[in-house]
């Protein structure tokens, strides 16, 4: 069992924290057609371009992220290991993994007859084209013959490289190992058991150590604890491993330098059973927060053959943690129970914690951080990707794009649709206004601090007018336009290790008299994630900050005319008329208003409004002014031009009337009326005048007066 058990290693995800509902996944026919690819595969390494790594033998190949050959890699696509082969390929098991620079790690058995049968193993690092790194340990390659079984590859942080699997020991039981090689190769002698060989320097160590449960035992996994960072986690840099023990769950945790954790387990090993007629083996580990260890793998018959998959999830002193699953375990219930793969486990970039096993029906099954069946993914948590003969069962790997690559550790590979975290949309200040500094926040969260960035894209409506709206003014401000000015989708990134990001609304602070107002945000759908429909749709609500002004009626209007009409008075005609003329033309007009201030306490705005349009369309527009008088004793009733008050040359306002068409035009009086309010001056003269060349050939501006059936002069006062 540990020798078919080795070729099941599953790549692993340190400490990401598994959201509760995920949605489930489906084979990704742009990956070769069908999602399935045959291929020789025993282990795979995806790059971050999508590019996919193989081992098989003694060849290293490498595919596009569709499945086809790279022919930019090595020779045609592929290279020969430097390694001696075995008689059976699966008795040449190699493991892949990449470093962050792209440079490639194998590690593979390497076989020698002489002087007596015996396997080694060859840790080799490539350049992205598939050339030898010869900054490796001289030549590219180290050898040794204290691993014989390769189990997988981590890389440090550091650019160490870790080496996991089993030894073949002539006279005692195997052992589990695990060797450790600096980033250029050579042995790190600073990892490991004390070295004794005759004088050696003091201090120094073998760069590898060796693990026994007491029985034939073998490493087939590890994961190195990263959360948080040294400071804050006393386990970081610390290792877990775990494999095959005498027929038992194997794990034991190893600080940075290789001693054992003494903390985990009382001597940083352990032991678990199932079933105590099964044969057992640990094939994947997972870290998750606080130094929980969770472990997959699989029990097996010896007689019959039945299966079943199991997984663990021990404290950080090692101990079966309770509050996972049922009483810290969770079966799987292979629907296939005979002739299946080994059990293998990921988590994944999205927060899945995902599980394969059944080799000939080809399923995955999801569970949730805490041990729970997610029953939203697939068929009450299990997904069937095919029928017999679609293998699956065997590695798992994570890529880009929120996917997952299965390899069934021998003849194929696959690629699967991971729709990634489960986002949610909440808000906690739900109501924003006008008033400068109070805004609104939505939260939309993933849950899990993930390594990458996930781009979620929402909807707005809502009555409140958006940015990039069509028509009229925006009522608010915010957001990022996901397609165009025009289009009502917007996006916000969570970023890399972070489980939320923000939107903020802020209300724009007009001065219109509005309603509250509403904004809708509603999730839409997306391959990088899937939504959380209870938590879908948040409403915020926009409160307006204006008082409705008080609407002043003029107490008198009437305008003068010189020439002829100069004794005239024009008090109850209406409209109001507007002209620029010579004074001796007869033609010069200018109109005259009065409000009362006296209901009127305090001025934070005042807009005069005035109804009205030229009187032909000899040109297109004039410019109307409104100035003052200081004089209020004159009366609509006996107004003219020869007895008009004297006028202010400063304009307070000004307007452009344009066309035959009567509309409304505001003058903004602010500061006016309310320098004349704070004076106590509660009567205002307002005078309409146009001193735009006007020829007699040239319309006049006409505007209702108070006379009028409506549309009449007013003051709106605020």
């Given at each position: 069992?540990?020798?078919?058990?080795?070729?099941?290693?599953?790549?692993?995800?340190?400490?990401?924290?598994?959201?509760?509902?995920?949605?489930?996944?489906?084979?990704?026919?742009?990956?070769?057609?069908?999602?399935?690819?045959?291929?020789?595969?025993?282990?795979?390494?995806?790059?971050?371009?999508?590019?996919?790594?193989?081992?098989?033998?003694?060849?290293?190949?490498?595919?596009?992220?569709?499945?086809?050959?790279?022919?930019?890699?090595?020779?045609?696509?592929?290279?020969?290991?430097?390694?001696?082969?075995?008689?059976?390929?699966?008795?040449?098991?190699?493991?892949?993994?990449?470093?962050?620079?792209?440079?490639?790690?194998?590690?593979?058995?390497?076989?020698?007859?002489?002087?007596?049968?015996?396997?080694?193993?060859?840790?080799?690092?490539?350049?992205?084209?598939?050339?030898?790194?010869?900054?490796?340990?001289?030549?590219?390659?180290?050898?040794?013959?204290?691993?014989?079984?390769?189990?997988?590859?981590?890389?440090?942080?550091?650019?160490?490289?870790?080496?996991?699997?089993?030894?073949?020991?002539?006279?005692?039981?195997?052992?589990?190992?695990?060797?450790?090689?600096?980033?250029?190769?050579?042995?790190?002698?600073?990892?490991?058991?004390?070295?004794?060989?005759?004088?050696?320097?003091?201090?120094?160590?073998?760069?590898?150590?060796?693990?026994?449960?007491?029985?034939?035992?073998?490493?087939?996994?590890?994961?190195?604890?990263?959360q948080g960072t040294a400071t804050t986690n006393p386990r970081y840099g610390y290792i877990s491993v775990v494999g095959?023990?005498?027929?038992?769950?194997?794990?034991?945790?190893?600080?940075?330098?290789?001693?054992?954790?003494?903390?985990?387990?009382?001597?940083?090993?352990?032991?678990?059973?199932?079933?105590?007629?099964?044969?057992?083996?640990?094939?994947?580990?997972?870290?998750?927060?606080?130094?929980?260890?969770?472990?997959?793998?699989?029990?097996?018959?010896?007689?019959?053959?039945?299966?079943?998959?199991?997984?663990?999830?021990?404290?950080?002193?090692?101990?079966?943690?309770?509050?996972?699953?049922?009483?810290?375990?969770?079966?799987?219930?292979?629907?296939?129970?005979?002739?299946?793969?080994?059990?293998?486990?990921?988590?994944?970039?999205?927060?899945?914690?995902?599980?394969?096993?059944?080799?000939?029906?080809?399923?995955?099954?999801?569970?949730?951080?805490?041990?729970?069946?997610?029953?939203?993914?697939?068929?009450?948590?299990?997904?069937?990707?095919?029928?017999?003969?679609?293998?699956?069962?065997?590695?798992?790997?994570?890529?880009?794009?929120?996917?997952?690559?299965?390899?069934?550790?021998?003849?194929?590979?696959?690629?699967?649709?991971?729709?990634?975290?489960?986002?949610?949309?909440?808000?906690?200040?739900?109501?924003?206004?006008?008033?400068?500094?109070?805004?609104?926040?939505?939260?939309?969260?993933?849950?899990?601090?993930?390594?990458?960035?996930?781009?979620?894209?929402?909807?707005?409506?809502?009555?409140?007018?958006?940015?990039?709206?069509?028509?009229?003014?925006?009522?608010?401000?915010?957001?990022?336009?996901?397609?165009?000015?025009?289009?009502?989708?917007?996006?916000?990134?969570?970023?890399?290790?972070?489980?939320?990001?923000?939107?903020?609304?802020?209300?724009?602070?007009?001065?219109?008299?509005?309603?509250?107002?509403?904004?809708?945000?509603?999730?839409?759908?997306?391959?990088?994630?899937?939504?959380?429909?209870?938590?879908?749709?948040?409403?915020?609500?926009?409160?307006?900050?204006?008082?409705?002004?008080?609407?002043?009626?003029?107490?008198?209007?009437?305008?003068?005319?010189?020439?002829?009409?100069?004794?005239?008075?024009?008090?109850?005609?209406?409209?109001?008329?507007?002209?620029?003329?010579?004074?001796?033309?007869?033609?010069?007009?200018?109109?005259?208003?009065?409000?009362?201030?006296?209901?009127?306490?305090?001025?934070?705005?005042?807009?005069?409004?005035?109804?009205?349009?030229?009187?032909?369309?000899?040109?297109?527009?004039?410019?109307?002014?409104?100035?003052?008088?200081?004089?209020?004793?004159?009366?609509?009733?006996?107004?003219?031009?020869?007895?008009?008050?004297?006028?202010?040359?400063?304009?307070?306002?000004?307007?452009?009337?344009?066309?035959?068409?009567?509309?409304?035009?505001?003058?903004?009086?602010?500061?006016?009326?309310?320098?004349?309010?704070?004076?106590?001056?509660?009567?205002?003269?307002?005078?309409?005048?146009?001193?735009?060349?006007?020829?007699?050939?040239?319309?006049?501006?006409?505007?209702?007066?108070?006379?009028?059936?409506?549309?009449?002069?007013?003051?709106?006062?605020?």
């Amino acid at each position: 069992m540990p020798q078919s058990q080795n070729a099941d290693a599953v790549r692993t995800i340190e400490a990401l924290e598994p959201r509760r509902l995920f949605a489930a996944g489906q084979l990704d026919t742009s990956f070769s057609g069908d999602g399935l690819l045959d291929t020789d595969v025993i282990d795979a390494a995806v790059q971050a371009d999508g590019k996919i790594l193989t081992v098989y033998a003694r060849n290293l190949t490498r595919l596009n992220a569709n499945g086809s050959i790279d022919t930019t890699f090595g020779t045609g696509g592929s290279l020969k290991l430097p390694v001696t082969p075995t008689i059976w390929a699966s008795h040449n098991p190699g493991v892949v993994a990449l470093q962050p620079d792209g440079k490639i790690v194998v590690a593979a058995v390497d076989y020698s007859e002489l002087p007596v049968p015996i396997n080694g193993l060859r840790v080799m690092r490539f350049l992205p084209n598939g050339k030898l790194d010869t900054s490796f340990d001289g030549d590219g390659v180290f050898s040794t013959d204290q691993v014989t079984q390769p189990g997988q590859v981590l890389i440090q942080r550091d650019g160490k490289i870790v080496v996991i699997g089993g030894t073949e020991n002539v006279f005692s039981n195997d052992d589990v190992s695990i060797l450790r090689l600096t980033a250029s190769g050579n042995r790190d002698v600073t990892f490991g058991t004390p070295s004794v060989a005759p004088g050696a320097t003091p201090g120094l160590r073998t760069g590898i150590r060796y693990v026994g449960f007491g029985g034939e035992d073998s490493g087939y996994a590890g994961a190195i604890d990263y959360q948080g960072t040294a400071t804050t986690n006393p386990r970081y840099g610390y290792i877990s491993v775990v494999g095959y023990a005498g027929g038992k769950f194997g794990v034991a945790r190893l600080k940075a330098n290789g001693d054992m954790d003494n903390s985990f387990s009382d001597d940083g090993r352990l032991t678990q059973t199932f079933n105590s007629t099964y044969i057992a083996a640990a094939v994947s580990v997972v870290l998750q927060p606080g130094g929980k260890v969770v472990v997959a793998g699989k029990q097996q018959h010896p007689s019959n053959g039945n299966q079943t998959a199991n997984v663990v999830r021990y404290t950080s002193a090692g101990v079966v943690d309770t509050t996972f699953g049922s009483a810290g375990f969770r079966p799987i219930a292979l629907r296939t129970t005979t002739d299946s793969s080994e059990v293998s486990m990921v988590q994944t970039f999205g927060g899945k914690l995902m599980l394969s096993g059944d080799f000939n029906n080809a399923d995955l099954y999801a569970i949730t951080k805490d041990g729970q069946i997610d029953t939203s993914f697939g068929n009450a948590g299990a997904a069937q990707l095919g029928t017999a003969d679609t293998f699956v069962g065997g590695r798992l790997y994570n890529a880009p794009g929120n996917k997952l690559i299965f390899s069934d550790g021998f003849a194929r590979l696959g690629r699967v649709l991971d729709l990634g975290p489960t986002v949610e949309l909440s808000t906690i200040d739900s109501v924003a206004s006008e008033t400068a500094g109070n805004s609104a926040t939505v939260f939309v969260t993933r849950g899990e601090r993930l390594p990458v960035a996930t781009r979620v894209y929402f909807n707005v409506s809502g009555t409140a007018s958006r940015p990039q709206s069509r028509t009229g003014p925006i009522d608010y401000a915010g957001l990022t336009p996901n397609i165009g000015p025009l289009d009502n989708r917007y996006y916000v990134d969570i970023p890399a290790n972070e489980t939320f990001a923000l939107v903020t609304i802020t209300p724009v602070n007009d001065t219109l008299v509005e309603p509250s107002e509403t904004v809708i945000f509603t999730l839409a759908a997306d391959n990088a994630y899937s939504n959380n429909a209870a938590k879908s749709s948040v409403m915020l609500r926009i409160d307006d900050n204006d008082v409705a002004p008080r609407s002043l009626s003029a107490t008198a209007d009437t305008y003068v005319q010189s020439g002829g009409q100069s004794g005239t008075n024009f008090g109850a005609t209406t409209p109001l008329q507007v002209k620029n003329a010579p004074p001796a033309s007869g033609l010069y007009r200018e109109a005259y208003l009065k409000f009362d201030l006296s209901s009127v306490s305090t001025v934070s705005a005042a807009r005069l409004r005035l109804f009205g349009s030229l009187n032909n369309t000899n040109v297109p527009s004039l410019l109307a002014q409104v100035c003052s008088s200081s004089s209020t004793s004159w009366t609509e009733g006996s107004l003219n031009y020869n007895n008009r008050p004297a006028v202010s040359s400063t304009v307070l306002a000004s307007a452009t009337i344009v066309g035959t068409t009567s509309a409304w035009y505001e003058f903004d009086l602010t500061n006016f009326i309310r320098a004349e309010k704070l004076a106590g001056r509660n009567i205002v003269t307002l005078v309409l005048r146009n001193i735009s060349p006007n020829p007699a050939t040239d319309p006049y501006i006409r505007f209702n007066s108070r006379e009028a059936g409506s549309n009449k002069p007013e003051l709106l006062v605020s």
